[in-house]
C-alpha cells in the first residue's frame, strides 16, 4: 500500500507539472498593472504560516496601504510588527469568532496527505476551513477574497488533490464576495517543516533549463506573493482565476 501511495504521489506531480489533468486554460486572466490608490485597509491572512502565506505577510506589512494585518494561527508565531495583530484560534470553531470587519482575506490554507494522515483530515484544511473563513468573512462585510489554489484544480480530476482544490474554489466562489481571486501557482519553492523529496526532484530538474520553456516553472513563495498582493490592489469584480507563472515575472 506504501508503494502505491507512493506512485500515485508522483503520478499527480507530473500530472500538475505536464498538464495531464490540466482545467480549461481560457478562464485564466492577466493581473492587471493598473492598481486602486485605496489605503487604510485591513486584511486578514489564514494560513500565515506556510511558504506563500508567510510571504504575503510580509509584502503586507512593508505596504503602507495597510493599516492592520491579522493572522489566524494555531499557536503563536513569534512574529512581531506594530501593524500585525495575532488570533489564536480553534479552526474547527470558526464561525464561533467574534464579528470583525476585513477588506480583504487572503488565504493561503493547505496540507498534505502525508501531514493529514487520511482524505476525511485533508479535505477539512484544505475545503472545510477554507469554506468556513470565506462564510465567516462574508457574513462580517469582506469585499475581497484571494485564495491559492492549484494549475489543475478540477471536480473530474482522477486525482483527489485536484478535486478538493476545485470543491474549495467552488465553496468560494458560492459566497459572492464582490471580487474573488483565486490563483494557480506552480510548484512552491521555500523552506518546509515537512520533507517534500519528490518536489524538490522536480525543482532540480525544472532549473536546469530557461524559465520560459515550461509554463510550470517553479516560483519562490516570495514571487506568488507579490503576484498575489499586486493583483489585491486592482480594481477588478466578479470572479477572476489567475495562473501564475515565472516567465511572466520578467515581461
Not at 493598473?34 to 485597509?41: A, I, W
Not at 500585525?84 to 480583504?104: A, C, G, H, R, V
Not at 472545510?128 to 469582506?142: D, F, L, P
Not at 481571486?181 to 536546469?208: C, V
Amino acid at each position: 500500500m506504501t508503494k502505491f501511495k507512493q506512485i500515485c504521489g508522483i503520478l499527480a506531480i507530473l500530472a500538475l507539472f505536464f498538464g495531464c489533468a490540466s482545467s480549461d486554460k481560457n478562464k485564466f486572466s492577466q493581473i492587471s498593472n493598473e492598481s486602486e490608490k485605496k489605503m487604510n485597509k485591513k486584511a486578514l491572512i489564514v494560513g500565515a504560516t506556510g511558504v506563500v502565506g508567510r510571504e504575503i505577510l510580509n509584502e503586507l506589512l512593508r505596504d503602507e496601504s495597510y493599516d492592520e494585518i491579522t493572522i489566524w494561527v494555531r499557536k503563536d508565531s513569534g512574529i512581531s510588527h506594530p501593524k500585525l495583530q495575532t488570533k489564536i484560534i480553534n479552526f474547527d470553531e470558526i464561525s464561533q469568532i467574534e464579528p470583525k470587519y476585513f477588506d480583504e482575506i487572503f488565504c493561503a490554507l493547505g496540507t498534505t496527505m502525508k501531514q493529514a494522515g487520511s482524505k476525511e483530515a485533508f479535505l477539512k484544511v484544505d475545503v472545510e476551513y477554507v469554506e468556513q473563513t470565506a462564510i465567516w468573512g462574508k457574513k462580517n462585510g469582506a469585499k475581497r477574497f484571494l485564495l491559492v489554489s492549484a494549475p489543475n484544480a478540477d471536480e473530474n480530476s482522477m486525482f483527489f488533490y485536484f478535486r478538493a482544490k476545485a470543491m474549495a474554489e467552488k465553496a468560494v466562489i458560492a459566497q459572492n464576495y464582490e471580487t474573488t481571486q483565486i490563483f494557480a501557482p506552480p510548484l512552491i519553492k521555500g523552506e518546509r517543516k515537512d520533507k517534500r523529496t519528490m518536489e524538490k526532484i522536480m525543482i532540480n530538474f525544472y532549473e536546469l533549463f530557461p524559465k520560459s520553456w515550461f509554463d510550470n516553472y517553479p516560483m519562490s513563495g516570495k514571487e506568488i506573493a507579490k503576484q498575489i498582493v499586486k493583483a489585491a490592489k486592482t480594481s477588478e469584480k466578479g470572479v477572476k482565476f489567475y495562473r501564475l507563472r515565472a516567465r511572466d515575472l520578467e515581461n
